[in-house]
């Protein structure tokens, strides 16, 4: 069962999939880093010391864009009742979204961090830490979008309650991924490692929970 739900979520969230809007993150991420430099100016000192916060805020705001798909249309259409009465357990499927939530986004966040660094005249140690960084942190970003997708499912205006609730607790995430930056400091990158595996962990059960208190409601 694990194999046919990860290819289903991943064949409706992935770039060109059945919701057809997944590749928004990857655009907007790049429009960010594009237009940065005509807010700030051509200052190359400038942007190498600010570049790599900026991949981080977009980052962050790109994940935020897919949250209305993850829950809301399968609750609608009855996927987690019938997944139910076949036995699949909530806490696995929202295990399984959250690996296809992250696959969906992350690696392409990656990729685009290249030609992001070009236009925001970040040297090679400082987009090292940028990727490493964000290899850190993106499955604790995707583990906080699928938990208030869960939390917001079923609620008048959830999408846009979700980027607003999704923001400030994503912040220590954002302090130690972006904070090693400055510093060029592992010691962040491995803080954030650990937040993220916290996340990561507890993301099933409460994503979970709220699914069922939506059925029920």
């Known amino acids: 069962?694990?194999?046919?739900?990860?290819?289903?979520?991943?064949?409706?969230?992935?770039?060109?999939?059945?919701?057809?809007?997944?590749?928004?993150?990857?655009?907007?991420?790049?429009?960010?880093?594009?237009?940065?430099?005509?807010a700030v100016g051509p200052d190359a000192p400038t942007l190498l010391k600010t570049g790599g916060g900026v991949i981080w805020v977009a980052a962050l705001l790109a994940?935020?864009?897919?949250?209305?798909?993850?829950?809301?249309?399968?609750?609608?259409?009855?996927?987690?009742?019938?997944?139910?009465?076949?036995?699949?357990?909530?806490?696995?499927?929202?295990?399984?979204?959250?690996?296809?939530?992250?696959?969906?986004?992350?690696?392409?966040?990656?990729?685009?961090?290249?030609?992001?660094?070009?236009?925001?005249?970040?040297?090679?140690?400082?987009?090292?830490?940028?990727?490493?960084?964000l290899i850190a942190g993106t499955p604790g970003l995707a583990a906080i979008g699928v938990t208030i997708a869960a939390l917001t499912?079923?609620?008048?205006?959830?999408?846009?309650?979700?980027g607003l609730l999704l923001i400030p607790l994503a912040v220590p995430v954002l302090i130690f991924g972006a904070g090693a930056l400055e510093r060029q400091d592992y010691g962040a990158v491995a803080l954030c490692a650990a937040i993220s595996l916290v996340l990561v962990a507890i993301t099933p059960f409460a994503g979970a929970a709220a699914i069922r208190a939506a059925r029920e409601g």
């Open 1 to 38: 069962m694990i194999g046919p739900l990860l290819k289903r979520d991943l064949a409706t969230l992935m770039p060109g999939g059945r919701s057809g809007g997944s590749v928004l993150p990857l655009l907007f991420f790049l429009a960010v880093a594009m237009l940065f430099p005509f």
């Open 63 to 133: 994940s935020i864009l897919p949250l209305d798909r993850l829950i809301q249309p399968d609750l609608d259409a009855g996927v987690f009742d019938q997944l139910a009465l076949r036995g699949v357990s909530e806490e696995l499927v929202v295990a399984i979204r959250l690996i296809a939530h992250w696959l969906s986004f992350a690696p392409f966040l990656l990729v685009a961090c290249f030609p992001a660094a070009a236009l925001l005249n970040l040297d090679g140690p400082a987009l090292h830490f940028v990727l490493i960084g």
């Open 153 to 162: 499912a079923g609620l008048r205006g959830g999408a846009a309650l979700s």
